[in-house]
């Protein structure tokens, strides 16, 4: 009876570990699925020497229909793009191409996860060819309401906000970190013990 016993315990680690190591991976997979920004057409940063009448973002995984995003100059005035999504690609239209000065793409979209996730970036314009007027632009004023406190749960999504250009890292490695932690601390429990 004690020999049986003993199986049972010297296998006890392998089998916590592997729970552990399933529990982790079915808790995190979600944390996983949110999608991000993976590149641009103006990139980050860019500074763009041509005719620009088309913006184009890619991202990491299909984007819902909610997804879209707003382009702002520097005067904080927005520029009206015709916004189109196709699985991961959201491309904006201008009516005609952007004048020199900076600009500001502010996305928002939800991810196949159903997250709302918001980032932004900047870009440029350097044309020396500029002889074009500024594009459209629509000011939409600030409308003041009145908020009453409501008893019922809200079932609208908070938005994530996210940094420039690559959006959504996650600190799921903290928990990377830790079952690591646990893992090397079982194995060297089990290694103490079987040399008893």
Not at 163 to 187: D, F, M, Q, R
């Amino acid at each position: 009876m004690v020999i049986a016993e003993n199986k049972v315990f010297s296998k006890l680690p392998i089998i916590t570990v592997g729970l552990l190591l399933c529990l982790t991976i079915f808790f995190t997979k979600p944390a996983f699925a949110h999608t991000g920004l993976e590149s641009s057409t103006p990139k980050a940063g860019a500074e763009i020497t041509e005719p620009l009448q088309e913006i184009t973002l890619t991202f990491e995984g299909k984007l819902e229909n909610l997804s879209t995003f707003k382009l702002f100059d520097s005067h904080k005035q927005e520029i009206k793009a015709n916004v189109t999504l196709k699985e991961k690609l959201m491309t904006g239209k201008l009516s005609q191409p952007l004048s020199n000065g900076s600009y500001e793409v502010q996305w928002t979209i939800v991810g196949e996860d159903g997250h709302p996730i918001q980032g932004k970036y900047t870009f440029t314009v350097k044309n020396a060819a500029d002889k074009q007027p500024q594009p459209e632009v629509t000011v939409t004023p600030a409308a003041s309401a009145t908020v009453e406190p409501s008893t019922s749960p809200s079932s609208t999504p908070i938005p994530v906000k996210v940094s420039e250009s690559k959006a959504a890292t996650s600190n799921n490695y903290w928990i990377w970190i830790a079952v690591g932690v646990i893992l090397i601390a079982l194995v060297v429990l089990s290694v103490t013990r079987r040399k008893k």
